[in-house]
RNA sequence: AGCGCGAUAGCUCAAUGAAAGAGCACGCCCCUGAUAAGGGCGAGACGCUGGUUCGAUUCCGGCUCGCGCAACCA
């Protein structure tokens, strides 16, 4: 036999073909097919194939316009890119309409830093609105980069003229719903922003204050000795007030007790003296030894209330300030006795309220001290707080200054210290009007996943303040209302002037603000005019996004309220769910949203989040580049995003081996396609072997499982069944198996069309399965699969839908056990390897000896048993008659031994297995009996494998 | 204070009131007709601790650790 006969044989075989290629090269790939998509319009080609079918409606939280997208962002993109693309492989309309918020501060500051300030708000405004639209520009590119298929080219922009125009609308009518009101409180306010903030956008970090004790001096011994009877000792007599924010303290107006709190009167001496100072009992021992005093003496004990009214003396200003009672004051620090200042506190000012006190603002919009505050004047509140505690000592009032860490309450932008302010501001009532309930009960309407999500927002409802809802800055949406000048009250017609506003903003502009700025009081309010002014504040941007659900529904066409689903990052609760819950809620009394779905975030392999500072970034831009954005897709799929998401350069490769070994899998069965035309060569049923019967079960089984997954948003099962599926069921068995078949049956032979037949359903179903996932390389399979010669085939798998799985009859072959015989003869394949025996499975030859069902059920197949064990003989033989050598299967099968041995026969030089008729057709003296017949002759039959 | 979530092999994920599965990674072997592939074999895990139960990784309690929320803001 001559190398020439050999590779004439090979000639003969089918071996697989395709232009698929083995290597991804996804970063340099993927441009190519956002490029075919975009200039075919696949996002219109689907919109217009998905018309008619049943709704369903993702709202695109908005990103904020600035700053490149991180992992958090590419996390939310995706999942939210997956579902809406499996709801359309599952038959729904459902469009992707993506959105940025535009307006806020963080803009006004690049703004600022890059431009300088701007006298005229009209031209800053453009500033920002133009870095705003520079800032989506480059996010869109790099959300479009990963995959995330919507309508890019017409997002919705919290800045757009119709948007701002619909949110006038929406204050409107929350506004004639009764909500809105105009307070003078306490709120947040950020020295950087120069504005107040909503209760998100603050965080707490540890600070440095200085922490002091300062004496309040009775003003009235003898009124003190009438309340508190039995005087006892001697020296001056104080409440000391414990305080880390010295500042404040010109703001002060009472001293606040607990009511139910022993207080003790203490006889001491810190250096000045006999004194007398009164303590909450519980803390006298930790307040002495941290005044310096070591001899000291409890000369009674009172409860708090019988002190209530009476006056001390301010320690710097020529003012008395009452002893009030609260039950706000605890034993955590300090003296028990509570300095209040109501400008500079929640609880402060509600002791105010409830106390009939001052409530004063000595502090400016820039954090100084408003000109005409005594001694401090001018001061900067930080560099206030060296001089109120220089006053202080001035005054012999200082009792103790130290330095103290603790949380405290920080800007989310700036990361700097916020300070408490009393300001005028507009509030969206919580309970005014029934806001809390009714928005509590929508709650409960809603399907949150994971389920506990729902507690979570239910006990921010239950527990947050009225939401301020005013900001003093340019660059956002005006609160165009007028307001009564003395009596602070809104323009009886408010609701009407801003439809009129928002009927004067056009789809170019004007903006909001520019119709404001025009807006002429006399025109508008006619005689009223002189006794109104137009508020210049603006609205909050997460008022911005939260109505969009009303504004984006206003404008486009395909979206209405409630979506099906709001799907963001865990933060979202106090965020955008509960901003879009309260505006829905307040405009219309219900949820915008059916279910609210909530992901974590990522972190690295140390559980870290990622920060600048600590240097763990991953970017998704990298990714995408480096490794394809179909991994960092996969990636987000096969993370339990429930909690949070690990990435790591070890994650992503094990992420990238498997996107490969998918990737292979379906390459393979698209080169074994080659040559196959579903709608000429394709063998029903019925007519298919036994083995490819049981892969289309099999697949039929997994697509089930694969969609209740998506259905139930569990991604991270579909990656590992898809996975499993292509290394567990493809390559290790049936692809395996079926290659004999594939490749050395005559092309056109049942045998192998039946193969073909099943793998060409398996690639069909596969490709769908992937799509909403590795929606790259879903593409570039659906490309390269055959195309039936008859009909038409959509040109991309997106405007597809699930592929249909046949009812197939799975007849009486138990695969399982077939399986387990497998196995258990491949164990001893194994261990004749081990020996140097065998080397691949097809040098060897098995005896398997055993009875009853199991033989039964293996002499089915007949001599097809050895294509099932890709062994060159499977010879079957009654248990009785094992030899000594046979070793019973360990595991799986009961009663089977087995026995291996080395092949003596010669190998064909085709099919390479080693069998007795090699040689026997004097015209093919290298090949076997049927490798013969497949080439020469009629052909093999098969009926099983 | 607290509340919630989580803890399964080196990694990513399963399942289960009764011998805990998979893949990747790892070790060894084979193949060279899926070849920057493929096949086989192997080793490897229920955070700790009580209780309920005939039996607990699974149900309940406590602890530890991680994460989130909340709190701390005088």
């Not at 490029?35 to 409606?57: D, H, M, V």
Request: some cysteine; glycine content about 8%; charged content about 25%.
């Amino acid at each position: 036999m001559s190398d020439k006969t050999k590779k004439d044989y090979k000639q003969t075989l089918n071996l697989p073909q395709t232009a698929f290629p083995m290597r991804a090269n996804l970063p340099g790939r993927e441009p190519g097919w956002l490029e075919t998509w975009e200039r075919e319009g696949l996002y219109q080609k689907i919109r217009a194939a998905s018309q008619g079918r049943p709704k369903f409606l993702l709202a695109d939280g908005p990103p904020y316009a600035n700053g490149k997208i991180h992992m958090g962002h590419a996390v939310n993109k995706v999942l939210k890119d997956i579902i809406v693309k499996f709801h359309t492989l599952d038959g729904r309309d459902a469009p992707y309409i993506p959105g940025w918020d535009c307006h806020g501060l963080p803009i006004e500051h690049q703004v600022e830093k890059k431009k300088g300030r701007f006298e005229d708000k009209l031209k800053f405004r453009q500033a920002c609105r133009d870095y705003a639209m520079k800032q989506v520009e480059q996010q869109r590119v790099d959300f479009k980069r990963l995959g995330v298929l919507g309508d890019w080219e017409r997002p919705y922009l919290t800045m757009l003229p119709r948007y701002e125009a619909e949110q006038l609308r929406a204050l409107a009518t929350i506004i004639a719903n009764g909500h809105v009101y105009k307070g003078y409180k306490p709120v947040h306010w950020c020295l950087d922003c120069r504005s107040a903030l909503a209760e998100a956008e603050v965080e707490y970090q540890d600070k440095r204050s200085p922490s002091i004790d300062v004496r309040f001096a009775v003003v009235d011994e003898a009124a003190f000795a009438a309340a508190w009877g039995e005087p006892a000792g001697e020296g001056a007599l104080s409440v000391p007030i414990w305080t880390t924010t010295p500042w404040t303290l010109p703001g002060n107006q009472a001293v606040a007790l607990h009511p139910d709190l022993e207080y003790s009167l203490v006889s001491c001496d810190v250096g000045n003296g006999a004194e007398r100072m009164v303590i909450a009992a519980d803390l006298v021992d930790r307040v002495m030894s941290r005044f310096g005093a070591s001899d000291y003496r409890v000369l009674g004990n009172r409860a708090g209330s019988v002190l209530n009214g009476l006056l001390l003396q301010h320690p710097f200003y020529d003012r008395q300030v009452p002893l009030i009672l609260g039950d706000h004051v605890t034993l955590d620090a300090g003296t028990g006795a509570v300095h209040t200042a109501p400008g500079h506190g929640q609880e402060d000012f509600a002791a105010g309220l409830a106390n009939d006190l001052p409530l004063d603002n000595p502090v400016g919009a820039n954090g100084c001290f408003l000109p005409g505050i005594e001694l401090v004047a001018g001061l900067h509140v930080y560099k206030g707080n060296d001089r109120i505690i220089e006053i202080l000592e001035e005054h012999k009032a200082l009792l103790k200054l130290e330095p103290i860490e603790h949380s405290y309450p920080h800007c989310w932008r700036h990361k700097t210290p916020l300070i408490f302010r009393a300001t005028p501001q507009w509030f969206v009532s919580m309970d005014e009007k029934g806001l809390r309930r009714t928005a509590l009960d929508e709650i409960r309407q809603v399907a949150w996943t994971p389920d506990w999500a729902q507690q979570r927002i239910e006990a921010m409802v239950e527990g947050r303040p009225d939401w301020c809802i005013s900001r003093q800055r340019a660059w956002g949406v005006p609160i165009a209302v007028f307001v009564h000048r003395e009596t602070n009250e809104l323009h009886p017609r408010t609701v009407e002037i801003l439809e009129i506003l928002a009927g004067r903003i056009g789809e170019e502009g004007p903006d909001t603000f520019a119709v404001w700025q025009a807006a002429d009081a006399q025109e508008l309010l006619g005689d009223d005019a002189e006794d109104y002014e137009k508020v210049t504040d603006t609205m909050d941007v997460w008022f911005d996004s939260g109505c969009m659900h009303h504004a984006a529904s206003a404008i486009f066409d395909e979206l209405e309220s409630p979506a099906d689903l709001y799907l963001e990052g865990s933060d979202q609760h106090r965020g955008w769910f509960q901003s879009s819950l309260l505006t829905s809620v307040a405009m219309n009394g219900h949820a915008p949203y059916r279910g609210v779905l909530t992901h974590g975030f990522a972190v690295d392999e140390k559980g870290r989040k990622m920060s600048k500072s600590v240097g763990n970034i991953v970017e998704p831009q990298k990714i995408a580049n480096s490794l394809g954005a179909d991994v960092l897709r996969l990636w987000v799929a096969a993370a339990d995003y429930h909690g949070e998401m690990t990435v790591s350069d070890e994650i992503l490769k094990r992420t990238a081996d498997s996107y490969r070994r998918m990737r292979n899998t379906a390459r393979f069965l698209l080169g074994n396609l080659h040559g196959y035309d579903p709608s000429e060569n394709k063998v029903a049923p019925g007519d298919m072997l036994a083995l490819d019967r049981w892969a289309l079960a099999r697949t039929a089984a997994l697509q089930a499982e694969v969609l209740e997954a998506y259905r139930s948003y569990q991604f991270h099962l579909i990656y590992q069944k898809i996975h499993n599926f292509c290394v567990v069921d493809m390559g290790g068995f049936y692809l395996d198996i079926i290659k004999d078949r594939l490749y050395t049956m005559p092309a056109d032979s049942v045998g192998r069309r039946s193969a073909q037949t099943a793998m060409y359903h398996i690639a069909e179903s596969m490709v769908r399965w992937l799509a909403p996932i590795l929606s790259f390389t879903a593409e570039e399979i659906w490309q390269a699969l055959p195309a039936p010669a008859d009909g038409a085939r959509e040109e991309s798998v997106l405007l597809s839908l699930w592929q249909d799985q046949p009812e197939v009859d799975p007849g009486d072959t138990d695969w399982s056990e077939l399986i387990g015989v497998r196995d258990a003869v491949n164990r001893e394949l194994e261990r004749a390897r081990e020996k140097g025996d065998i080397g691949s499975s097809l040098a060897a030859e098995v005896d398997l000896y055993c009875d009853g069902n199991l033989q039964e059920a293996l002499a089915a197949l007949g001599d097809e048993l050895r294509f099932l064990l890709i062994t060159s003989y499977a010879r079957l033989h009654p248990a009785a008659g094992k030899p000594g050598d046979a070793v019973a299967a360990d595991e799986g099968p009961e009663g089977l031994w087995i026995s291996v041995s080395q092949s003596e026969h010669a190998k064909c030089g085709r099919c390479w297995h080693r069998r007795e008729d090699v040689g026997s057709n004097a015209d093919h003296e290298s090949l076997c009996g049927r490798c013969a017949d497949n080439v020469d002759g009629a052909g093999e039959a098969r009926r099983w494998a």
